[in-house]
């Protein structure tokens, strides 16, 4: 795992590329323990995750399955170290900057991101149901929020590949462009949102997010609680 700042940008590189980026257990605790950085540090506005090699990340290090000395340790591990759940709840924005495959584990992580700027070369699947599995990084919650029930299944099911304008025609995705410039067009992007107040997004994410699981009743009135909040400079969780 590498960490760099470019201003208030937090850019966080995947870094097995000899394994495209497969994740293992110590790459886990490494992303939560930067991930953690990032939310504490008030100097960072946005957060950037992308892929070194030639590829994004695909997924679970197979390697590792079932090696864990006993089951409850796995999971007690998971629970105390939830990096898909410290990533779904940043207040800050979060970019996945997405070439080559994005498998498994590595599309969720695209999905657990605010916004997914992707290469012409992206392609993405979730293969779990080939090998007796369900996706694991909350791809099944994640899928149908951005997609719809019917094309989530479609993918978690039949383990088909999407090429990287179908999965903009999806809505995974909000821009594609040439692997060329990618990082530079993520990093623009990033710039762009490192402008913007940052309780201002913090409130919109909430908006969105929370909105979601709501009546529109509900959800309206969460959107006004949000509005007065940041009209009034308001900074308490509770609304």
């Known amino acids: ?32 323990e930067t991930l953690c950085a990032v939310r504490d540090d008030p100097e960072v506005r946005v957060v950037l995750l992308r892929g070194n090699g030639s590829a994004f ?11 864990a000395p006993s089951a409850v340790g796995a999971r007690d591990a998971r629970w105390h170290r939830d990096v898909w759940g410290l990533l779904l709840s940043l207040q800050k924005p979060s970019i996945a900057a997405v070439h080559g495959y994005a498998v498994g584990g590595g599309f969720e992580i695209a999905l657990l991101c605010d916004l997914c700027i992707t290469s012409t070369d992206a392609r993405f699947c979730l293969p779990e149901a080939s090998m007796a599995m369900i996706p694991g990084v909350a791809g099944t919650q994640t899928a149908p929020r951005s997609l719809g029930v019917g094309r989530a299944l479609d993918l978690v099911l039949t383990c088909r590949w999407l090429t990287a304008g179908e999965a ?7 821009q594609v462009v040439d692997r060329a410039r990618l990082h530079s067009e993520a990093i623009d ?10 309780q201002l997004v913090a409130r919109a ?5 929370g909105g979601l699981d709501l009546s529109l009743a509900d959800g309206l009135a969460l959107e006004r609680r949000l509005n007065y909040l940041i009209q009034n400079g308001a900074s308490g969780e509770h609304v």
């Open 57 to 67: 990340c695909t997924g679970g290090d197979v390697r590792e399955f079932g090696s």
């Open 189 to 198: 992007l990033a710039r762009r949102l490192c402008k913007l107040p940052p």
């Open 205 to 209: 994410k909430q908006a969105v997010n």
């Open 1 to 32: 795992m590498l960490y760099e700042r470019d201003g208030a940008i937090g850019i966080v590189s995947l870094n097995r590329p000899d394994v495209l980026n497969a994740y293992n257990m110590a790459m886990r605790d490494a992303l939560y």
């Open 168 to 174: 903009m025609a999806f809505g995974v995705v909000s």
